[in-house]
Each structure stands twice: as structure tokens, then as C-alpha cells.
């Protein structure tokens, strides 16, 4: 099954990014040729929905992410039992609940995240995702200016520290503004959970810049917002968007996604 044949259908998730894509399973058709009409489709709406998916193994996930590129392991949170590259995303976190690109800290971080819901909440618990492109284009043309030329230092959080993770190892130190290796376009690269200060800047002096950065990557205009469902796959550019979850899961409900991501280059 491809993306252009008949009994499949793409549904816009909201103005700025995002869309559904019905009819494809990816139990019977995980191969190259379908990821790569994915990816250009990924490439123009920075996040792909896939419905009714629950019959998707742990092996499978991993296999339909080898498919994007090589399998990315998170640097201190542990996987799942027996399936190395798949890490458990639980209840929404003082971490999670942040607007954040994930583990910008690393020197090259993932090009591709891959979710799967296995267990939901009976309300609340969204998942929330915003246009790194427009959240650029949408700054005054002096200021894009002025960020084209800086850069900012990522350090890992207290997890990391708690890890027992020398701190220079999860700190790198990359362009306010990254071009995006297959797009070539500019998308701003700065987040709230991991970006400390520009570089050469100390924090007191980078925090009013940062802070309007944060602020503006965020605008409601720029996002799209997910309800799940079991068996839900979503798919993102983690390089030209950010995400967060809505922690407003009902209490006491168990929230259980799988992600696998994908390694990327060094941003540019």
C-alpha cells in the first residue's frame, strides 16, 4: 500500500503543520518505498498521524523506524526490556509538559521521532507540536538578521546529572538558526528545557533574548494538537519542530507511548 493509492486519505491536522493519513497498516506494508513517500510528505507537513496501528509489535515499530535511518539511543534513559531504541514515554512530566525539541544536548540529535500509543488516559494527556519554520519567518527581519549569526550552548537536564553523566557530554553548543539538511530551509533551534545561554553570552545577558525566543517558537498560530487513541502512530521532524504534552491526563490512568527515534546529523 502507498500514500496515492484510493483507499488512503490525507487530512489536514491544522493550518501550520500536520496530517492524518488513513488507510495504511503497517503490519502488512512497512517498506522502503512507503517511507519514502512518507518522508516527503514529512518533509512539506512536519508531522504525520497514522490511525489504527495497535497491532504494531515493538519489533515492528523498530523495524519501520530502521526503515528512516539508524535507530538513536537515548543517552540515559533506559529502553524497554528487550527492545534496545525503544524508550517508554509515561505520565506527563515537569520535563515533557515543556515545549522542547528532544535531546538537543547531543551533538548530532535525532532527526525523526516515531510514537506509539499503547495505553491512554480516558481524557487529557494531548500531545501538542509547533512549526519551527513559521516560528522563524515570523521574526522581524532584523532580528533574524542578528540570530543568523549566533549560536547557543545546550547542556543536559537534572535526569541526566541524576544518570551520573559527565556534564560535558550532554552539553553542545549549536546555531540559533539551523538549515535543514533536506529542506534547506531555516527553522529556529533554541527550546526551553534545554537551551542555557548563547554561546560567548553569559545567562543573565542571553535570558531576555532567549525568553522572547521561547515565546515566539510557540505562538498558537504555529501549532497542531493531538487527542490519542491506542494504536495511534505519530511521526515528526524533531529538526524543525518542537512539542510538549498537555498534562491534563485524568489521575490515577495509566499514559504509555513508545518512541523510537532517528540519529541526525550535526546541526548547521
Known amino acids: 500500500m502507498s500514500v496515492t493509492e484510493p483507499q488512503t486519505t490525507v487530512t489536514p491536522l491544522a493550518g501550520s503543520l500536520g496530517v492524518r493519513i488513513d488507510g495504511i497498516d503497517l503490519t502488512a506494508d512497512s517498506s522502503e518505498a512507503l517511507v519514502g513517500a512518507l518522508r516527503v510528505i514529512l518533509d512539506e507537513h512536519l508531522v504525520i498521524h497514522l490511525p489504527a496501528q495497535a497491532d504494531l509489535t515493538p ?50 540529535p535525532p532527526s525523526v521521532s516515531i510514537l506509539v500509543a499503547r495505553e491512554i488516559p480516558t481524557s487529557g494527556g494531548d500531545t501538542m507540536w509547533a512549526n519551527q519554520y513559521a ?99 505519530l511521526i515528526w521532524d524533531n529538526r524543525a519542530t518542537q512539542h510538549c504534552a498537555v498534562g491534563d491526563a485524568a489521575p490515577g490512568e495509566p499514559r504509555i507511548l513508545h518512541r523510537v527515534t532517528v540519529a541526525g546529523a550535526q546541526p548547521r
Open 59 to 108: 519489533e515492528q515499530q523498530l523495524a519501520f523506524a530502521e526503515l528512516w535511518g539508524e535507530i538513536a539511543i537515548h543517552p540515559y534513559v533506559p529502553s524497554i526490556g528487550g527492545h534496545p531504541g525503544i524508550m517508554q514515554i509515561a505520565d506527563p512530566t515537569e520535563l515533557t509538559t515543556v515545549w522542547h525539541q528532544d535531546v538537543t544536548h547531543m551533538g548530532c
Open 135 to 233: 516560528a522563524y519567518e515570523g521574526l522581524s527581519p532584523g532580528l533574524r538578521d542578528t540570530l543568523d549569526g549566533l549560536y547557543a550552548v545546550h547542556e543536559g537536564t537534572f535526569r541526566a546529572d541524576d544518570a551520573g553523566l559527565d556534564h560535558e557530554a550532554v552539553t553542545s553548543v549549536h546555531p540559533v538558526v539551523a538549515t535543514h539538511d533536506r529542506t534547506g530551509r531555516k527553522a529556529l533551534f533554541v527550546n526551553a528545557n534545554y537551551t542555557t545561554r548563547l554561546d560567548g553570552w553569559n545567562a543573565d545577558e542571553s535570558a531576555a533574548l532567549l525568553e522572547h525566543l521561547f515565546r515566539a517558537a510557540v505562538r498558537n498560530e504555529y501549532t497542531c494538537r493531538h487527542r490519542w487513541t491506542v494504536g495511534d502512530v
